[in-house]
């Protein structure tokens, strides 16, 4: 089961006062949320359970923490507490990061329904996008998850069709571990019986079958990747190319790692000229700035968590540069605004973008730096110079993608 049991209706009633209140901070910056502690207690069984060992704290006000938690997961849950519906609109689709964390807080808070509701939602998604979650996140997910979990168990199932469907399978699964692997197979042989679902094809106006990739990998990232593995295995930060890998982290969690001897410098290339966006009016479309952010949001999510070609183009410019750590005490001195992903992912999940225009001026602003700082001869020209190549192709997809989040898609 994923959600302890609840106790009987007839316990709370919203004809009843109640005026004891829960003060719940969440995030690391305790964003503060408040609900009847009648109410939370009756729809969590956790936090039930948590006050029935504190009975003797009669306060008006207690006051609980979430810290690992983003607002925009429990805004989600405080939604579906109150309203019994995860989603405000048809319009308000999270990605699947923020509705696996949805599951995840209400499997752990043992609220009743949300974890099916969480689950409906990444079905939407996945019919709406033609993808599932990142390689990453689909590990993840299997390593913070019980076996025999609903959301462990449809990732499964979904990769496993993934692997029996896509012309990619062999590449997607030596990108998994080999205990993922192992549980794959068993999911695979309850398929066995079925017919194969072909995800990586879909259906245009004519009839004909359109051949379309369902991982988080779009068809033409393939050739993306980098020919060199060894180098593919490297991480650095925006201005150090001998920066080895680090696994990302929340800024607050970072600690320096130490340096190695540089590598070889990459191919000498100019900067690609910025090309500015079309994708406000798309024909007879013309798009909110909630639609053009939610767009941003999800290419965000997709270039800091993967696929593998993304991780590796975004690498250097994940982190803040640190002028004693990276070994270039002059770079403030060049760099007169400073900007990296990580910032740029706060800014984000805070809602301080307010339109398309500002998300992709922080990103074209690290290219600016990067271009800034190196010279031609430099690594780190010819990496910033295929990041920026890649992201302004990505970009240029925005109508593409609202017109199929919307269902209005024009082929």
């Excluded at 049991?5 to 109640?18: A, C, Q, R, Y």
């Excluded at 068993?186 to 079925?194: K, W």
């Excluded at 602003?365 to 990067?370: D, L, S, W």
Aim: with cysteine; charged share 25%; aromatic share 10%.
């Amino acid at each position: 089961m994923d959600v302890h049991p609840v106790s009987n209706e007839s316990t709370f009633s919203w004809l009843k006062p109640h005026a004891r209140f829960v003060m719940i901070f969440v995030g690391p910056d305790e964003t503060p949320f408040a609900i009847q502690k009648d109410f939370l207690c009756h729809k969590s069984s956790f936090y039930r359970q948590y006050f029935d060992e504190q009975a003797q704290n009669s306060a008006l006000e207690s006051v609980v923490t979430l810290p690992e938690v983003t607002p925009q997961v429990f805004g989600l849950v405080q939604n579906f507490l109150y309203t019994g519906r995860l989603l405000t609109s048809a319009d308000s689709l999270p990605n699947y990061e923020l509705l696996i964390a949805t599951w995840k807080l209400g499997h752990r808070l043992g609220i009743d329904g949300l974890c099916d509701e969480a689950l409906e939602a990444m079905a939407e998604c996945r019919r709406l996008t033609q993808s599932i979650p990142a390689t990453p996140l689909l590990v993840q997910v299997w390593r913070d998850t019980p076996e025999g979990s609903s959301l462990r168990k449809l990732l499964l199932t979904w990769a496993a069709e993934y692997i029996r469907s896509s012309e990619s399978r062999s590449e997607f699964s030596k990108s998994l571990p080999q205990e993922v692997l192992s549980e794959l197979v068993v999911a695979m042989s309850h398929l066995d019986s079925a017919p194969v679902i072909q995800l990586n094809s879909v259906q245009s106006p004519n009839g004909n079958n359109q051949r379309k990739n369902v991982h988080y990998l779009d068809a033409d990232d393939s050739d993306d990747e980098p020919k060199d593995k060894a180098a593919a295995k490297r991480r650095h930060s925006d201005v150090a190319p001998a920066r080895p890998a680090q696994q990302e982290r929340p800024q607050q969690e970072r600690r320096p790692v130490p340096r190695k001897p540089a590598r070889a410098s990459l191919p000498t290339a100019k900067p690609v000229k910025q090309r500015k966006s079309l994708v406000s009016v798309g024909g007879d479309h013309q798009f909110t700035d909630d639609q053009k952010l939610n767009f941003c949001s999800d290419l965000l999510s997709r270039m800091l968590s993967g696929p593998g070609f993304w991780t590796r183009l975004v690498g250097p410019f994940r982190q803040a540069v640190n002028p004693v750590e990276d070994g270039v005490p002059d770079y403030l001195e060049k760099v007169t605004k400073p900007m990296d992903l990580g910032t740029i992912k706060d800014k984000m999940d805070r809602g301080q973008y307010k339109n398309d225009e500002d998300f992709v001026s922080d990103v074209r602003q690290i290219f600016t730096n990067c271009f800034t700082y190196w010279t031609d001869k430099d690594p780190m020209w010819a990496t910033c110079e295929k990041f920026q190549k890649t992201f302004e192709e990505k970009y240029s997809g925005m109508q593409k993608w609202i017109l199929k989040m919307d269902g209005a898609e024009e082929i």
